[in-house]
């Protein structure tokens, strides 16, 4: 009997390059994550791993606008995997106590020990005045545009 010519799908993506999005390096056995129904304004948004959603007053995700809040959360799986399309739900990180690495912030200037925040968009930014204190930066954006944010239980 001939043998049949095994299907093999090509990857596409390198999968030995890190995920700048939201590479966490420390602290893993302290995430708990949950499901979330992601609000219809959001539904076309391409969200994705580590951006930041807050809970809405429909008891929903939505995208923080202008005034932070502290019930703020990391995705751990956006809207760009095929179960929360499939579900309407976004999974979010729900723990502290963990550093990542990524290229998800705002544009500016940042220094070891400062403390963010997110506002408004979905990434964080330099916390001032009384915002409330999402997570630090542990260490500043090398040359590649990497920042290491700690992210804090709260």
Do not use: C
């Not at 390059?17 to 129904?37: F, Q, S």
């Not at 751990?76 to 399309?85: K, P, S, T």
């Not at 550093?99 to 400062?114: D, L």
């Not at 916390?127 to 930066?137: E, N, S």
């Amino acid at each position: 009997m001939p043998s049949q010519p095994e299907l093999i799908a090509p990857i596409t993506v390198d999968l030995r390059a890190p995920d700048n999005r939201m590479d966490i390096i420390k602290g893993m056995e302290h995430i708990n994550v949950k499901d979330e129904l992601l609000d219809a304004s959001l539904v076309a948004t391409d969200l994705e791993l580590g951006d930041w959603l807050v809970k809405g007053a429909s008891n929903t995700m939505v995208a923080p606008t202008g005034t932070p809040v502290a019930n703020t959360y990391p995705l751990w799986v956006g809207d760009d995997q095929f179960d929360a399309n499939a579900t309407g739900q976004v999974t979010l990180i729900v723990g502290g106590h963990f550093i990542y690495r990524t290229t998800k912030y705002a544009a500016g200037s940042y220094t070891n020990g400062q403390n963010l925040t997110v506002k408004s968009g979905t990434v964080p930014i330099a916390a001032t005045g009384t915002d409330p204190i999402l997570a630090r930066v542990y260490t500043a954006p090398d040359s590649k545009g990497v920042m290491e944010i700690e992210v804090l239980n709260r």
